[in-house]
């Protein structure tokens, strides 16, 4: 039983992860703490519900696409509403991307009406049974499609010239200016990834808890997993977006049912009250 | 004497003693629903400026001040309907200081955190709040709602929206006065001080914990009277009326009306009643207005409506 809660937990938790890792990737990168996150998730989950069921695509051209319009509605939003307050305080920004992210959801409102769709999945709907725990292939595909994600992620920033720059971007950006880096170009791109990493979140997600405007929601989640996991740290936000998911499939099994709908910002609260720095976080230290 | 007279009644004063008087014969006038109205606003600007004080003066960011509403409205119910001799100021009263303390309690955690945690702190705090008031059913009624008992004072019944209309003006009034002297003093210049720079406010000896956990008490204070006014004049509270979305509506309301202002508070107030009303049938436009102003003003006014007219004025009287 414990075995099998784990394993849904650990579902649920590669989705909690990616919101978690998008959140991070823009924060390392510009500083800025994206609130519309999961809302990026939202919008472009009913972009592929656009594609195969209005135009009638088949599912892996119309995620694909939607993968390309999601990157490019990051560029565009980072060009209209992230880079004019590039000079501003952070606190502008963090604002700004609260207004983003009830726009995105009223929009998607008048587009598609707040009522919940089902949501096909890209991995078949079968359990397998594994021991005496019965394993179902879409919590098992959301969780190897992370890894995969997590390990393009990683030979990106790694190896290619694009992905070097804004590691260095994010290390400082005078410096990196000052190497001939295109730092403008390095924010567009970041959001461009960062949008495509929501949109993989949100077609995992969506098969899982119906299509509906209220997804975007999940930025709490994801919030929660980043913070726990130590806020600014990519392997941070992955293990602890991972272990948020454990905890909020196995706390219902020990307290009141209940308990399911407070334990993101339970998490979030213990977490910033007794260790703010999180699992794997660094602590800051201010230049005056 | 004559000098007192004079302290008060100078030219800037002139304008808002007339706004004060003109609000006080206005309802005579009026019907019953916009005399409710103009209640709500009152109670959202006492949120407005609770959350001004905090977020526009001392630059936390507070996302769950509809927690504080909430807690305000609740204590203000149980304990009219309990102690039904306490005259309603008086509850009011110790709503707001409930609601302080728990600002207070909440602040000190807070202290350890910087920029957006705050925001992130504050939110859970407010989702943790009505979910405890969803729970906890067998003081708060749970799902099923709360009816308030009406605000009296001795044998006085507020009854009416009328009668309400003067309670929730005369308290607005008061805490709205009483603030705009906080922020021209000692109190109001660290919590600016420490908005620009901690660091910096830090070395010339204002006290951060002191001054950032008063700024939570204060602000938790304020947006308490205004949760016990909400209560009084809507009669019937429910858990699901203090949701995140209310949280971010006051937000809208101080960054569109004007940080760190009282105008701008009373501004945004007004600008949210007015929107509530216009668009009541379609939510998503509205919040959608709320999300394009939210970006429109962060981005090109800052200081928002308030601001803008301040430049204006000094722009004309410089001349």
Redesign the interface.
Known sequence: MLLQVIFSGLATGSIYALVALGLALIYNTTEH?NFAQGEMSMISAFFGFTFFNFIGLSLPIAFLLTLLASAILGIIVERL?IR??MK?P???????T??????L???A??IWSHNDYPYPSIFPDETIAIGSATIDMIGLGNIGMTIVLMIILYVFFKYTKYGTAIRAVSESQNAAALMGINVKQSFSMTWAISFLVAAVAGILMAPVVFLSTHMGLVV?NG?AGA?LGG?GSIPGAIIGGMLLGVIDNVAPLYLPS?IK??V???V??FV??IR?KGIMGVEKF?K? | MPDLVERIITKENTIWFIAVILLLILPLFLGKYTVFLLSLLAVYALVSLGLNLLMGYTGQIAAGHAGFLAIGAYFTALISANVEWLPCLVTLFLAGIFSGAIGFLLGIPILRLKGFYIAMATLAFGVVVSEVILQWSSVTGGDDGFSVPTARIAGFAFDSDFKLFYLIFSVTIVLTILAKNLTKGYIGRAFIALRESEVAAQTIGIDLAKYKTIAFAISAFYTGVAGGLFAYLITFLSPDAFTIELSIDFIAMIVIGGMGSILGSIIGAVILTGMQQVLAGLLDLQILIFGISLIVFMIFMPKGISGMIYDLRDRYSRR
Do not use: E, R, T, Y
């Open positions: 703490v509403v004019p307050a501003a952070h606190f502008n920004v963090f604002i700004i609260l207004g983003l992210s009830i726009v959801k009223s929009s409102g008048f709490i919030f913070i806020w209940q709908n407070v993101p910002f339970a979030i609260f910033l009250v703010p201010i005056v």
